[in-house]
């Protein structure tokens, strides 16, 4: 049994501790919680029955275990995203396991130092909770595009406006749409599934232009909606829109292969299959005017989606079996690698290659510091 602390009791962490109590992880048991509203606590009456510890802070739950007055195993992570670094990297001092809710952090360098801290306590299960692996419609994708399946990829294109979000989402609590609290906008708190999704699938792109439009559909600081042109290494080039301002939305994801086209929309995989190389039909054609209509066909999928129930699973499967994980603690720097480079590319007003420089890094750390105003640079 794998006794864990939830620290962060918002949607998420109270989230997790009914997974937890409804005993859909059955080797896994709650040890302590930190911050919770009166409100959430009365919905989670397992919490007074269980008699669980509740603390004001990570910081006043790290000292109960330090002094040896609580005894726990591993913690689940669930707080804002500035704080992840240093709640990541005293918890694993503490010989704890970690599960760290997405994304790792706000800016590559916060992900890359509790991928160095982890690194020294090897003998610790460092994870991320990147629950959309646990689909097995992505998880068809990304055996398509590795067996090459269907040739090598040619283009790639997400449109995601399923984010829709009114004005009283961010009224909702002050640090909403704020670059102090949020510390982004879609990219930080909407996407970075989509965007962990995308280099899972297909790689990671080696160059990137975006433009992130802050406050266009809402009274925020942050940007409420990212566009971007991708480049592969392979010469694939991709398209990837998000907004929480468009309705009614749609999350459609299309994957161009030499030899079909994949189309993922609305919980169901679709491929149109050629049945021939295209390239060679391009060249040996005579009808100057030809189309290729090609084979529309459903790719059924019969596995069930597990999401974050899978990852909490495999998060004690791999403390007490060794097994290997969904998403390691280093996936998290890949996220933050595009978001980081769409943010770089915005801001400087040119395409950016990833990963980004030291330099470009520790300029975007500064700039996610508030160090300087990024108007007018």
């Known amino acids: 049994m794998v006794k864990v602390g939830i620290i962060g009791m918002g949607n998420m962490g109270s989230g997790y501790a009914r997974m937890i109590y409804n005993g ?15 409100e959430r606590l009365e919905l989670l009456p397992e919490l007074a029955e269980n008699q669980v510890p509740v603390y004001e802070s990570a910081d006043e739950l790290f ?26 990297k005293k918890a694993l001092d503490l010989g704890l396991h970690v599960l760290c809710d997405k994304p790792s952090g706000v800016s590559v360098g916060q ?26 419609i992505f998880r068809k994708m990304k055996e398509i595009v590795e067996n090459k399946e269907y040739g090598n990829l040619k283009r790639v294109n997400w449109v995601i406006t399923d984010w829709y979000r009114p004005d009283s989402y961010y009224d909702s609590v002050a640090w909403r749409g ?62 990837f829109y998000s907004t929480t301002g468009e309705a009614s939305g ?8 030499e030899d079909a086209l994949l189309v993922c929309e609305k919980d169901s995989l679709r ?11 391009r060249k040996s054609a005579t009808d100057q005017f030809a189309k290729i209509n090609g084979t529309w066909k459903d790719i059924e999928i019969t596995e069930p ?42 801001w400087k007003k040119r395409m950016v290659n990833i990963p980004q420089s030291d330099d470009e890094m520790f300029w975007l750390e500064a700039e996610f510091e508030g160090a300087f105003r990024r108007k007018g640079l």
């Open 178 to 239: 704020t670059w102090e609290g949020d510390g982004g906008g879609i990219l930080l708190n909407q996407c970075p599934h989509n965007l962990d999704l995308l280099q899972w699938i297909c790689g990671m792109p080696v160059r990137v232009q975006a433009f992130c439009n802050e406050g266009k559909y809402h009274d925020i600081e942050v940007e409420d909606e990212v566009t971007a042109y991708l480049e592969f290494e392979n010469g694939a080039t991709g398209t």
């Open 271 to 281: 491929v149109c299959e050629l049945g021939f190389k295209e390239a060679q039909y």
């Open 63 to 88: 000292c109960a275990i330090k002094k040896k007055e609580l005894q726990m195993d591993a913690v689940l992570i669930v707080t804002p995203h500035k704080a992840h670094e240093e709640q990541v």
């Open 250 to 257: 749609i999350n459609r994801l299309e994957i161009s292969f």
């Open 24 to 38: 859909y992880v059955p080797d896994m048991e709650i040890a302590a919680i930190t911050r919770i509203k009166p």
């Open 305 to 346: 989606n597990t999401m974050h129930v899978g990852i909490l699973n495999n998060f004690v499967d791999a403390i007490e079996n060794g097994c290997e994980l969904v998403a390691p603690g280093q996936e998290g720097i890949k996220s933050l690698s595009l978001s980081n480079a769409m943010y770089l590319s915005s």
């Open 111 to 136: 992900a890359r130092r509790m991928n160095e801290a982890a690194k020294m306590h090897s003998e610790q299960v460092f994870g991320m909770v990147f629950n959309q692996r646990m689909n097995p």
